[in-house]
């Protein structure tokens, strides 16, 4: 992720604290899903494959995939 830094009006401010205290998130995270929800909904392309693959490259590391697949198989 980057870090980027805002500027918000005060009332914008003070209603984004109020939002994500009653939402149990940060005020980053509701940023964030107000900019995905605006990019969707204005037809933005979604990120390209290969930016995914980069992006979560190595959050399942430590563990064979094709092992988990299997022992979450056999749990059924």
């Keep these: 992720m980057v870090r980027t830094l805002i500027s918000l ?22 940023v964030r899903r ?5 990019r969707t909904e204005s037809g933005a392309p979604p990120p390209a ?8 490259a190595g959050i399942r590391s430590g563990e064979d995939g094709l092992t988990v697949q299997k022992r979450l198989r056999d749990e059924w």
């Design 49 to 56: 494959t290969e930016d995914l693959l980069t992006r979560t």
């Design 9 to 30: 009006e005060q009332d914008d401010k003070a209603w984004l604290e109020r939002r994500a205290r009653e939402e149990g998130v940060s005020m980053a995270e509701m």
């Design 34 to 38: 107000a900019v995905h929800r605006l």
